[in-house]
Every structure is written in C-alpha cells, then in structure tokens.
C-alpha cells in the first residue's frame, strides 16, 4: 500500500516537472530590451529639474521610456565612461546590454526567458562572488512609481553607493512610500511606524523580485523577495531557475506559480498590466554597478503591455 502510495506521488511529482519543462519558446516571440549603466542617477535626482532634464516633464506624468527609448546605448556609453553621474569608472565596463526576453505560462506557473551575451570584461575587482545575477523586478500596478520609472523607484541617492549614502549604515532598495519625509537626499531613515508599513504590505505596496546567480559550471541559484522599507529575502523560494551558458551566450529561464496567495507575492492574472525592470549585475558587479532596463510592462495574453505571456 505505502510503495503505491510512493509510486503515485512520484508519478504526480514526474508530471509537475515534465510540464514545468514544457515550454516550446521556439513558438514565443522575442521582445527586445536594452539595458544600461545608470551611474549614480536615483530617483531623487531624476526629479530634481536643476539635475535632470526631463525633471518637469517626469513629475507632469511622462515617463522614461517615452523620452529616451532607442538612447540607452547613448546613455550607457555616457554614464559608464565617467564623464556623467559616475566618479568612478570601471575600465572595460560595457555601457549596455541587449536582452531578448520571452513570456509565457501554462495552467500553474508563469515563464520568463533572457538572452544576452555574456561580459568579456575581467573584474579587476571582483565585488561578489556571484559571476552575474539577474533581477525581474515587478509590481501589478499598485506602486505607481514602479509603473513611471521602473526600478529607479526603488534607488535611492542615500543607498550604499550613491552620492548622499550614510557613512555607517548601508541603506538599500525602499519605495519612498515607505518613507515619512523624502528630500533631495534621500529618505533615510524616517521610516513610517510598523504598523502603517504592515498595512502597505497588505495593501500590496511592494515590489516583487525574482533573481537568478549564475556562475559557469554552476547550477543557477534561485532567490526572491519583496522590497518596501528594505529587501527582504523569502526564507521559501518560489522561483525556479535555468541557467545555461553557450558560446558567449546566457540562457536563462524563471518560472514561478501564477497564483501563489501568499503574503509579499503578487498574483499574476489576466486583465492585469504587470510592471517591471530588468538589472543584470556582470563581471562580479554589485550596487550600481549594473545595468538596468526602464520599465516595461507584461500582461497574460493581450493588453497594452510590451510583452505579452503566450499560453501553452
Ligand atoms: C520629459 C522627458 C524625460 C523624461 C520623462 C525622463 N527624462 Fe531623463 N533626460 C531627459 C533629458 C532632456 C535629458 C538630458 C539633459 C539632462 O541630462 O538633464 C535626460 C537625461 C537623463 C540621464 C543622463 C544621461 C544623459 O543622457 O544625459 C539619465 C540617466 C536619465 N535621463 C534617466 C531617466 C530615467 C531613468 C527616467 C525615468 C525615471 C527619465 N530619465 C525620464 C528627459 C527625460
């Protein structure tokens, strides 16, 4: 009785993977995204007018990509020379990145595909000890400031690295909603009480994130996590990754349920307009050193959405 009982529940487990493998992406269309160096440029300086151009017109409602789509090569090769918002230049850093990215689900999990070309910058230095981590960040459309500016709503000019970083406290990723007071510095540490952060959380304003740490030779390692007032790594992970590297060129795969219901995830369903950004720390890179994507969008079959998850 007990080894029918194993036998079946193998069977199930075998069946949940299979399908899990299932995706044919040969049949998903390619959206492409171009990622950059941001140097030092964080929330508080893409609204303060004296600093940044588009300032105004941002506050107003546009939003990056309608003024600067087609120049994140240009501004990549500005930032991470050194000649803007970046005091220290890393020889040999790539400016920018093309990623093709894919989306896709089935009856359980949703499915994202990157491709890029791997650096061929050696670290001088190397910061980490992860090769490349990759970052999804994304919100359902309950942080505003994720669906204007993508992941520059969660960089902040006083977190580790940036201009008004604290000399004693390594402040990270944080919504400013998370704040009581935000200046031109930043928002410190004037965190709301924990009980009007506990009710943001339940009202959902956070950001998800799924990473991926790849290494050559190395099974991909799988996190992931909310940000609100700081990033917080789930103790279970949810997202399954797929790494591969093959002549210069990264293959990743992450999936994860649709609709887990549990708290700090964000369930994704159809009629919904998924906001997200990209960030792909190379060369053994951490904090600023990466380059990032202005915010896209994904949806479930159809919408306005730039990239759009094909059912199988
Ligand atoms: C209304 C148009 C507009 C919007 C919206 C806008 N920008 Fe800009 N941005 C500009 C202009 C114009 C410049 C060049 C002048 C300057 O540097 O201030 C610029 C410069 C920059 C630079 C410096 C690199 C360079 O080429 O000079 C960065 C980085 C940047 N923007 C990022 C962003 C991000 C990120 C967003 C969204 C969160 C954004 N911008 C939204 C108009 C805009």
């Known amino acids: 009785m007990k080894t029918s009982k194993y036998l079946f529940t193998s069977l199930i487990l075998l069946c949940f993977s299979l399908s899990a493998e ?18 030092q440029s964080s929330w508080e300086w893409i609204l303060t007018k004296s600093d940044h151009g588009g300032a105004k017109n941002f506050r107003k409602g546009k939003d990056c990509k309608e003024c ?3 120049e994140e090569k240009d501004m990549g090769a500005l930032l991470v020379s050194g000649k803007r918002l970046e005091p220290t230049p890393i020889i040999g850093k790539r400016g920018s990145v093309d990623a093709g990215i894919k989306a896709a689900y089935d009856k359980e999990n949703l499915y994202i ?8 910058e050696t670290a001088v230095t190397k910061m980490t000890q992860d090769q490349t981590r990759v970052t999804f960040l994304f919100d359902d459309g309950t942080v505003s400031s994720v669906k204007r500016g993508g992941c520059w709503a969660a960089c902040h000019d006083d977190a580790t690295g940036m201009p008004n970083a604290h000399a004693d406290k390594n402040l990270g990723l944080y919504l400013a909603k998370s704040r009581t007071k935000l200046t031109r510095k930043g928002g410190g540490e004037n965190y709301k009480p924990a009980a009007a952060l506990q009710k943001l959380l339940a009202d959902g304003l956070f950001v998800e994130f799924w990473q991926a740490k790849l290494n050559q030779d190395k099974t991909a390692v799988a996190l992931d996590g909310y940000i609100l007032e700081a990033p917080h790594k789930n103790e279970l992970t949810k997202v399954v990754v797929n790494a591969e590297l093959n002549n210069g060129i990264w293959v990743l795969e992450m999936s994860r349920k649709l609709t887990p219901n549990m708290p700090h995830t964000k369930n994704i369903v159809t009629g919904k307009v998924y906001n997200f950004g990209l960030a ?33």
């Open 113 to 120: 595909q990157l491709t890029w070309k791997e650096s061929t």
């Open 68 to 70: 600067h789509q087609g």
């Open 280 to 312: 792909i720390h190379d060369a053994y890179s951490k904090g600023r050193n990466h380059v990032v994507s202005f915010g896209h969008a994904f949806a479930l079959d159809q919408g306005k959405a730039d990239l759009i998850a094909v059912k199988q």
């Open 22 to 39: 299932a995706i044919d992406w040969s049949k998903v269309e390619t959206k492409q995204i171009t990622l950059f160096y941001p140097g």
